[in-house]
T-cell receptor
Framework: DAKTTQPPSMDCAEGRAANLPCNHSTISGNEYVYWYRQIHSQGPQYIIHGLKNNETNEMASLIITEDRKSSTLILPHATLRDTAVYYCIVRPKSGGSNYKLTFGKGTLLTVNP | DAGVIQSPRHEVTEMGQEVTLRCKPISGHNSLFWYRQTMMRGLELLIYFNNNVPIDDSGMPEDRFSAKMPNASFSTLKIQPSEPRDSAVYFC???????????FGPGTRLTVL
């Protein structure tokens, strides 16, 4: 599986957009980019995923660069409840091990009042 | 929808005792995952079931760990005998294969004294 690189921590002011970067320079054409987050003392929560097009849902937007070597998760209006560890994960679209989510260390996003 | 249900939420036991963790996946999901999270190793996949059959148990630490899924609505993770190094948060997750998204339970925090 392709590896991902994320900054260990970021801060954001409440109400502002939070932009979380992820590098996945060795991603292959068959691999999705997934984002999960883990709020303290809870299980990980799915946020969004994409292959090569930008995606948006009720939680966030995902911007994937044209060469697919990096992506940015955008929380448009961060709230205090968005404080969490955010994981960027690359996994195959299909194939024998496509069920695997390999969690790295993620980015601790702290939203400040 | 109740989500993934895990019990107990907290377990404190003494070294050498048997520990059984329980999981009820989301109704209709056909894949189930057990993960372990520690500060040192992060979030690791222990075992993956598909349609109640264990597919990948390569993450199970050793023979002291065993997992079963007798039916589509119930799974157990057993540790016997338990050791202090087994102290961790254990998460269960389920998925309907057609959606690719894993839904995590709240976790069981295990402390082995």
């Amino acid at each position: 599986d392709a590896k991902t690189t994320q900054p260990p921590s970021m801060d954001c002011a409440e109400g502002r957009a939070a932009n979380l970067p992820c590098n996945h320079s060795t991603i292959s054409g068959n691999e999705y980019v997934y984002w999960y987050r883990q709020i303290h003392s809870q299980g990980p929560q799915y946020i969004i995923h994409g292959l090569k097009n930008n995606e948006t849902n009720e939680m966030a937007s995902l911007i994937i660069t044209e060469d697919r070597k990096s992506s940015t998760l955008i929380l448009p209006h961060a709230t205090l409840r968005d404080t969490a560890v955010y994981y960027c994960i690359v996994r195959p679209k299909s194939g024998g091990s496509n069920y695997k989510l390999t969690f790295g260390k993620g980015t601790l996003l702290t939203v400040n009042p | 929808d109740a989500g993934v249900i895990q019990s107990p939420r907290h377990e404190v036991t003494e070294m050498g005792q048997e520990v059984t963790l329980r999981c009820k996946p989301i109704s209709g999901h056909n894949s189930l995952f057990w993960y372990r999270q520690t500060m040192m190793r992060g979030l690791e996949l222990l075992i993956y079931f598909n349609n109640n059959v264990p597919i990948d148990d390569s993450g199970m630490p050793e023979d002291r760990f065993s997992a079963k899924m007798p039916n589509a609505s119930f799974s157990t993770l057993k540790i016997q005998p338990s050791e202090p190094r087994d102290s961790a948060v254990y998460f269960c997750a389920s998925r309907w294969d057609h959606t690719d998204t894993q839904y995590f339970g709240p976790g069981t925090r295990l402390t082995v004294l």
